[in-house]
C-alpha cells in the first residue's frame, strides 16, 4: 500500500490538486479499480467505519449506502420475507447475509441512495456484486472481495468504477485533525462503545426494552456516529428506515426522519405492491414515481396524459385517510438520538411513525415534559447516560475532590470566555451536577458556582465578551486595561474560590430561611 494517493478532484471538481496521504507510515487501503475523488473517500472511509461498528455490536454482516457524507442507510443481514423481497425488487435474485444487508441498506431510502458509495463489513461475495451491478452507484470499500465480485465490480461503469480494499485490522491515531480556512481542529476520536448496558437507564414508566429493541436502538446510535450532528435515525428489523441528519432543528430532524419512515411502510401497503409498472421503466423511474405517488403531488404520476408513460394500468389515488390506516399499522420501531430531546413534540412526531423504543442522551431541562410524553404513549425511553460517562471520565482523573472542583472551575471559566452563559449552563449542568453532588456539594451551592464561573469568563481575556464589549465601547484596548483590572480578577478568583470550597457562603442565608 502506498503512502499517498492522488485524487480524482476534490470535494468540487474545480478543486485541483487533491490527494490523500498519511503523515506516518501507509495507507490502509488500496484502489483496486477506477479513480477516487475526495468525497468518495470521505464517504467510504466514514462508511467502513460504520459497518464495522455493526457487525462488532450485532456480530452479523453490515451494509451502508452513503451519499454526501452521511448515511442513506445503514443495516444488518437479516433474511428478507417476501414482502421485503418485492418491496426492494430482487424477489427473484439469490441473497447471501452480505448481499441482504445491503439490498436493506439501499432499499430503505432509495431515492436520498441514488449514486451512493457503499460499505460492506464483509469480503464481498458474488451475491452482494450482483445486486450492486444493478444500481447507480460510486463505489465500493470492503475488506476483500471475491475474484468473481471483483471481476463484476471491475466491468461496472465501463471499466471506471471505483474499487477500494481496506485493511481491517487498521487503528487510526486516536486524535483527529481537521483544516479548516488554514485553521487545524484536534479533537480525540468519537470511540463511544454501544455495547448491551448502554440502554439500561430506563426512565419511563414502561421499563420493557426486549433484544430485538436493543439491537435496533445499537444500530440507530451507531449510524448516528456518522452523521452531520444533530441527527435523529429511525430503525426496525435491523435497519434503518429513516435517518434525519444535520439539521437546524431538533424537531425537523425528526420529521424529515420519520416522513422517510413513513414512505418506507408505504411502500408496503397494497396501494403501492400493486403498482402495474410499464416493462421499458427505468428503475430510478419507477423508485420516483413511486415516491411521487405516496406524497402530496401525487397527480404528478396519475394525470391523464402523464400516468401512460409510467404504469400499464392508471392507479387509484392513495388517500391521506388510506395512507393513515396503513401507517397506524407501523409498530415496534426504535429511535435513536444524538442529542438531547428538548420538547415533547418530537415525541409526537415519533409516535405517528410507529417509534416504541427510544435512546437518547438526556439532559434537556424539559426533560420531564419528554418523559411525560413518553408515558402518554405507553412508550419505553432510555437515556444513554452520555453526560454520565463524560462525568465518570472527570472522576478517573483523580479522586480528590478538592482538585476536581478546581479543574471544573478552571473549565467552566474558560468556556465563559467565549460561550452565552445560558446554553453553557444546560450544557454542562448535566455533566457537572452529578459530580459535584457526588462529592458532597449541595446543588444549590452549585448553581451559583457555575454562574459565578461563568459570569468571571465573561470578563476574562483574551475574548471575555464582557471585557471586548466594554473596551469597544470605551475606546481602548485589553492590553491597556488588563494592568488596572489584575487587582480585580485575584480578587474575583479569591471570592470563587471561598464560594466553591466554603459551602455556609451560599447554603448559610437560604438555610437560615428555612428553604433547605
Not at 396 to 422: E, Y
Amino acid at each position: 500500500m502506498a503512502k499517498e494517493l492522488e485524487l480524482k478532484y476534490g470535494c468540487n471538481p474545480n478543486q485541483k490538486p487533491a490527494r490523500i496521504f498519511m503523515q506516518e507510515g501507509e495507507l490502509p487501503i488500496e484502489v483496486l479499480n477506477g479513480r477516487p475523488g475526495y468525497i468518495n473517500f470521505m464517504d467510504a472511509l466514514n462508511g467502513w467505519q460504520l459497518v464495522k461498528e455493526l457487525k462488532a455490536a450485532t456480530g452479523m454482516p453490515a451494509a451502508t449506502s452513503f451519499k454526501h457524507v452521511s448515511p442513506a442507510g445503514a443495516a444488518i443481514g437479516l433474511e428478507l420475507d417476501e414482502t421485503m423481497k418485492q418491496i426492494y425488487f430482487v424477489d427473484n435474485l439469490p441473497l447471501s447475509p452480505l448481499a441482504s444487508a445491503y439490498v436493506r441498506a439501499r432499499g430503505a431510502d432509495r431515492m436520498s441512495s441514488f449514486g451512493d458509495f457503499i460499505s460492506l463489513s464483509d469480503v464481498c461475495d458474488k451475491a452482494t456484486a450482483m445486486i450492486i451491478k444493478r444500481e447507480v452507484s460510486d463505489g465500493v470499500i470492503a475488506p476483500g472481495y471475491d475474484d468473481d465480485a471483483l471481476e463484476i465490480l471491475k466491468a461496472k461503469k465501463n471499466g471506471n468504477y471505483n474499487v477500494i480494499e481496506i485493511d481491517p485490522d487498521y487503528i487510526p491515531d486516536p486524535i483527529e485533525r481537521k483544516q479548516v480556512f488554514g485553521v487545524t481542529f484536534e479533537q480525540g476520536r468519537n470511540e463511544l462503545n454501544i455495547d448491551e448496558h448502554f440502554f439500561d437507564n430506563i426512565v419511563t414508566e414502561n421499563k420493557e426494552l426486549p433484544e430485538s429493541a436493543k439491537r435496533d436502538l445499537a444500530i440507530s446510535m451507531i449510524t448516528l456516529k456518522y452523521t452531520q450532528s444533530n441527527s435523529v435515525c429511525y430503525v426496525k428489523d435491523g435497519q434503518a428506515i429513516g435517518i434525519g441528519a444535520g439539521q437546524q432543528s431538533r424537531i425537523h430532524c425528526t420529521r424529515l426522519a420519520g416522513q422517510k419512515a413513513d414512505n418506507w411502510w408505504l411502500r408496503q401497503s397494497p396501494q403501492v405492491m400493486g403498482l402495474q409498472f410499464k416493462d421499458e421503466i427505468r428503475r430510478a423511474d419507477r423508485d420516483n414515481a413511486i415516491d411521487i405517488y405516496m406524497g402530496d403531488e401525487y397527480m404528478d404520476v396519475l394525470a391523464d396524459g402523464v400516468w401512460e408513460n409510467t404504469f400499464k394500468v392508471k392507479p387509484e389515488v392513495f388517500t391521506r385517510e388510506e395512507k393513515r390506516e396503513w401507517l397506524d399499522k407501523m409498530t415496534d420501531v426504535a429511535l435513536g438520538s444524538d442529542a438531547f430531546f428538548p420538547f415533547g413534540d418530537n415525541i409526537e412526531r415519533a409516535h405517528k411513525s410507529g417509534v416504541k423504543y427510544i435512546a437518547q442522551p438526556g439532559g434537556s431541562v424539559r426533560d420531564d415534559n419528554v418523559i411525560a410524553t413518553c408515558n402518554k404513549y405507553g412508550m419505553a425511553m432510555a437515556f444513554t447516560g452520555i453526560p454520565d460517562m463524560v462525568a465518570a471520565a472527570v472522576l478517573g482523573i483523580t479522586s480528590n475532590k478538592i482538585i476536581i472542583f478546581l479543574l471544573i472551575n478552571i473549565i467552566l471559566l474558560f468556556v465563559g470566555t467565549f460561550m452565552d452563559p445560558t446554553p453553557a449552563i444546560l450544557i454542562f449542568t448535566p455533566i457537572f451536577l452529578p459530580i459535584c453532588t457526588s462529592l458532597g456539594m449541595n446543588a444549590v451551592q452549585f448553581g451559583i458556582v457555575l454562574c459565578y464561573n461563568l459570569s468571571v469568563g465573561t470578563i476574562t481575556p483574551p475574548v471575555g465578551t464582557i471585557l471586548f464589549t466594554g473596551c469597544k465601547v470605551g475606546g481602548v484596548t485589553i492590553e491597556s486595561v488588563i494592568s488596572h483590572l489584575l487587582p480585580y480578577f485575584v480578587m474575583i478568583i479569591i471570592g470563587l474560590l471561598l464560594v466553591t470550597y466554603v459551602p455556609v457562603l451560599s447554603l448559610g442565608l437560604p438555610s437560615l430561611l428555612g428553604l433547605l
